[in-house]
């Protein structure tokens, strides 16, 4: 069994800590748009607030990209998970150990739902995920994979390999059954951007002021 966490996404004080923000879902859902007001109203209020994102490109992810004929799902996991653990301790536990707000734009649950989409076991990918540790608040924005794919229609993608609708569809199942098992909070991302933000914004203020 994974060693993960599931009561980070309800209660915990922060006291002088900072707070780490997770946000998943499919390309086209508003993840980075999402993240991004998120730290300019966090930066308004006075913290220190600061936007990131994954796979972070560190030498294993550049590494990973000049073998794609000998790549598949479980190299990814294992690959993304290396990147992960450098990622968090160059990036994200710096910013936290000040007391201040990392927002990052995927973690584990990404690859959880990409690789387990490929046909790994989901339970072996949180299971290499293990020391990678658990954000305060991981919010997944749903949205079904056509919607987002028009949303996309047009723009470039660091993942082309990932941008087929079949496949993505797998990917929000296994985004749902990790909303089942308690990793993540289910925001509803087919609205307007003001309501979804709305909605993620009570989330965190929520943890700011409990």
Known sequence: MHGINKE??????????????????????????????????????????????????????????????????????LTYAADRLVHYRMIIKPVLSRGGFVVSDRYYYSSVAYQAAGGVDPEWVLDINRYAPNPDIAIYLDIDPETGLKRRSGLSTRFPEYEKLEYLERVRWFYKWLVEQGFLLLVDASRSFEDVYRDVWGIVSGRITG
């Not at 946000?23 to 966090?42: F, I, P, W």
């Open 8 to 77: 980070k996404n309800t209660s915990n004080s922060r006291k002088n800590k900072g707070l780490f923000i997770v946000l998943e879902g499919l390309d086209g859902a508003g993840k980075t748009s999402v993240a991004r007001r998120l730290v300019d109203d966090l930066s308004r209020l006075g913290f220190e607030a600061v936007y990131t994102y994954e796979p972070y490109d560190t030498l294993y992810v550049k590494a990973l990209k000049n073998y794609g004929e000998y790549r598949d799902a479980a190299l990814d996991a």
